[in-house]
């Protein structure tokens, strides 16, 4: 033992790498333990990004497939190679989780591999391939992120029942897919596999698809992804899943426990949601007591033990990267004596389907629950220029903002690019600005973008488009 380090960071995700990060850039001396080989976490390795690239290839393949030739383009002989997409992946993963390694190492952060653990106060114990070496810290901040909730009864073998794990790994493409869970995952890791070729029917235990997305998003997102090929099962929830030679006989019935009904399958992916995972991590040296889920609380990342920092997917508030990540910057800073803080009601989500889905701000249900007073606009892709032009329609914009002062309050959209385009919503929240800001805001012609601008246009009732 022979320095003391001003933070040790347990985990190298999104939230881990970018404390480790910032910690370095303000000067603080610090260890960023990970037990994979690579750095990046759940996002980089095995979530965000190999999910994004193969969205990407079979998106490129469908249109190919389906959509060039109403559009001129004659493509003869068209058929996709599934380890070459698989090799794509795989070379942007390596080079994003090298990236992260080069980052640590021009900050100055320590990376230790090995799994850590938490030996009382400022003592981590890390057991990596180089033996067992105890650390001496001044902070210690979990960032040891989420793994996937299993389904009672369903194992998961990674091979004909996957997790998100597993499925975007499968060596052939099923004949029928079944998804569990009708929420981010299922429609995202779904598309891939429909779009290759995959019957694709989804088990779903709510009697809607995408909980948490505004419901009018939620009901027209659900309509294109049946048109697309998707069958939904809703209010329904699996029982058991029997292995048989030839596949898969997944038994369910209906969720106020009535109607049983069972589907064949190739494969399943049990995709019901992840929960913290903080195994083996000495929470208890420390006295550190997870809630009933899991979770650690925080006080602006805070814990209730001295000294202890906790960021990302282990503590509440959304599942995603970008949260992790931000949480993750503000704790460095707020270690370093600064004032990092992040603004929970401007976080947005993207669903990465075509079209995509992106919301940031509160739902219109949400609004109703707090009986707030609220306005709306919105616009619809079919009377945008540009999304005509490129036979793009399917979606539309949705604004609310509040009904006195006009202040946005959340934007909701789905369309061709809109998960790029929610950055813009992002930062209107930001600035807490009014939906008249954005109206009077010149936006490019022609551009999908127009779409927002003429959304909140709507909210006064002075669109110019219809
Ligand atoms: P993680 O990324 O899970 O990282 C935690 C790290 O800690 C892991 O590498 C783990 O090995 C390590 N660790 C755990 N315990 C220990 C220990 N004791 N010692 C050492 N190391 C330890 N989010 C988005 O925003 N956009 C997306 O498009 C998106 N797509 C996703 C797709 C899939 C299929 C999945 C599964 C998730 C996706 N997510 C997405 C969610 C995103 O991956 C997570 O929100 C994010 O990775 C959380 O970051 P984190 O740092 O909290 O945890
Ligand atoms: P989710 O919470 O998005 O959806 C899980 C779905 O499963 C819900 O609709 C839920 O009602 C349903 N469900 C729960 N128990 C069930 C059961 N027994 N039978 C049938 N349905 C059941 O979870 P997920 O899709 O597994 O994703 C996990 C996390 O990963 C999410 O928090 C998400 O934020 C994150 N993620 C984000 C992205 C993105 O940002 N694009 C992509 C992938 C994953």
Known sequence: MSEVYDVVIIGGGPGGYNCAIRAGQL????????????????????????????????????????????????????????????EGKAEAVKGLTEGVAFLLKKNKVDHIRGKGRIAGKGKVEVDGPDGKQTLETKNIVIATGSEVTPLPGVEIDEERIVSSTGALELSAVPKKLVLIGAGVIGLELGSVWRRLGAEVTVVEYLDRILPGIDGEIAKQSQRIFKKQGFSFELARKVTGIDKTDSGLTIATEAADGGKEKSFEADVAIVCIGRRPYTDGLGLETVGIEPDKRGFIANDHFQTSAEGVWVVGDCTHGPMLAHKAEDEGTACAERIAGKAGHVNYDAIPGVVYTHPEIASVGATEEQLKEQGRKYKTGKFSFMANSRARANHETDGMVKLLADAETDELLGAHMIGKGVGEMIAELCLALEFRAASEDIARTSHPHPTMTEAIRQAAMGVEGWTMQA
């Open 27 to 86: 000067g603080l001396k610090t260890a960023c333990i990970e037990s994979r080989k690579t750095l990046g976490g759940t996002c980089l390795n095995v979530g965000c990004i190999p999910s994004k690239a193969l969205l990407h290839t079979s998106e490129l393949y469908e249109a190919a497939a389906k959509d060039f030739e109403g559009m001129g383009i004659k493509v003869d002989g068209l058929s996709y190679d599934l380890p070459k997409m698989m």
